[in-house]
């Protein structure tokens, strides 16, 4: 887009240099000129000094109708941006560069600052890129280990309260089912996946159509208690039966991937 104003103001100027501007032309270049950074001021004396070469402030003025106040100024800027010459005298005049020149120069000021800026910008993603990843890495190790069978399905039910998408849970006994049945159901109807793992008996207890999937958990896998949220968040509670229950809750991705797979796989679940 850069390159495009930048040819299309060069362009349109030089074919205006011995002729008066139309008042559409008039309008494009001086869009594109403001575009570039010039004032409407500046815009609108190097237009004129384009079509009159070499002549006075005052002349300026009368051609552009700028106010005195203002022409002095904006040629004095146009002078430092490269646009204008003066001729000292009294009193001064003014000629416009060629516009390829004077265009040129703002094209190679812009492009230092665009690689100025760039600059920047690579050293501001080399510093944060560390942080970043100190970050991941404390989310991804950090685990909590939970204590007591209250404090574990309080949390456990808080962790199911947060799926967005998907909920995979191994539940081991009726009891524990009835717990958890409220926040399951309505889970699904807020349109998350509730897919549940459970032993025969509680199987032939539930109504099936309320979830997404239900599945029958293989011998060696029915004393499982864990849920995976959005494969992102798993925990899984042992000794669950005992004064000892205790549940490990984390996002370590490893222990989340190799919980969801215990759903998927036909040693733990059976798909029917």
Known sequence: MLAFRLKEAAVLAEKQISTKLTGEASRSILNGLRDLGLTTYEAQAYLA??????????????ETGI???KIY???EELQKKGFVVVSEGVPRHYRALHPKEALAKVKSLITEQY???LGKLNQLTVGL?????RGEREDVELAYVVKGFENVLARMMEVLKSAKREAVVFLP???IYDRLEKQLVTLRRAGVKVRLAVPPKIRKQIDETRFSE?????PNCQDC????????TVISSSQWMTERCHAILTQDPALVSMSREYFESPRCCVAS
Do not use: G, K
């Open 115 to 117: 690689e100025t800026q």
């Open 129 to 133: 890129e560390p942080l970043y990843a």
């Open 49 to 62: 000094l384009i079509q009159n070469p070499q002549i006075s402030a005052t002349q300026l003025c009368n």
């Open 214 to 218: 239900v599945r029958e958990t293989a």
């Open 73 to 75: 100024f904006a040629l």
């Open 173 to 175: 006994n009726t009891s």
């Open 225 to 232: 208690w864990l849920a995976v949220v959005d494969n992102r």
């Open 67 to 69: 106010p005195d106040s």
